[in-house]
């Protein structure tokens, strides 16, 4: 049984850093994609990093540059490092996973950012 526990969410000012981590177990898939979305209530999830295992990582425009998506196979963990935050960023983040970076078979339960001064 796959399951995702993502950590690392919290407050912080405009300009901020924060890292986000998601500890993954039960993942036994060669091939694969994780990936890092967020939602505000009422819209539809947005996806904001990816990386396959082959390690080639995408970005949404909106966070190119600011966020940096990284794994540590020893540690089963994936990571998102935030940077330059803005109050725009503030959302609830999840991290999936799926065996190609267009289907997401599992998700983790969630961390909220608040970016505000």
């Known amino acids: 049984q796959v399951q995702l526990v993502e950590s690392g969410g919290g407050s912080v000012q405009p300009g901020g850093s924060l890292r986000l981590s998601c500890a993954a177990s039960?993942?036994?898939?060669?091939?694969?994609?994780l990936g890092w979305f967020r939602q505000v209530p009422g819209k539809e999830h947005e996806g904001v990093a990816f990386i396959d295992s082959d390690g080639r990582r995408s970005y949404a425009n909106s966070v190119k540059g600011r966020f940096t998506i990284s794994q540590d196979n020893a540690k089963n963990t994936l990571y998102l490092q935030l940077s330059s935050l803005e109050p725009e960023d503030s959302d609830m983040y999840y991290c999936a996973g799926g065996q190609r970076c267009s289907t997401w078979h599992y998700w983790g339960q969630g961390t909220q950012i608040t970016v505000s001064s």
């Open positions: 039960g993942y036994t898939y060669s091939s694969y994609c």
